[in-house]
């Protein structure tokens, strides 16, 4: 099968301060991300993002919305692949994360710090939104 014709599945957690700014975690290899990954097989959205939430960050989650707030297929170009996201709008329990080999650190950001990354964001197609 040609792997670039498999799309990956991916549910992301939608975090905003009282500006309206975005939360990203900082990865080790210094690229920005939308906290959240990938569904496992078998699993609901729901379990995927408090799954992924508490792998990453290891605090626990409240997902608000029962759909996705906002949704975009996007090109890893990086990693040759393709991915849907699927956002939804989260209230965290503690922001107090533990450090993780997928969260070295974490910020907000409105659009033109989103857009100012560059090539050090995953998650671009989220720009539109803001």
Not at 19 to 36: A, N, Y
Not at 48 to 77: K, N
Not at 111 to 120: A, E, M, N, S
Request: with cysteine; hydrophobic share 40%.
């Amino acid at each position: 099968m040609d792997e670039n014709k498999i799309w990956a599945v991916t549910i992301k957690g939608l975090v905003f301060n009282e500006e309206g700014k975005l939360l990203l975690l900082q990865e080790p290899d210094g690229m920005w991300e939308l906290p959240g990954g990938r569904v496992e097989h078998g699993e609901e959205f729901a379990q995927t993002l408090t799954r992924e939430i508490m792998e990453e960050m290891g605090v626990e989650c409240e997902i608000i919305d029962q759909q996705p707030h906002w949704a975009w297929p996007e090109h890893l170009v990086n990693l040759q692949r393709w991915r849907v996201v699927l956002g939804f709008r989260i209230n965290l329990k503690s922001f107090e994360f533990i450090k993780s080999d997928e969260c070295a650190g974490s910020a907000y950001f409105d659009k033109q710090g989103l857009i100012d990354l560059g090539d050090k964001l995953w998650a671009k197609g989220i720009i539109r939104f803001l």
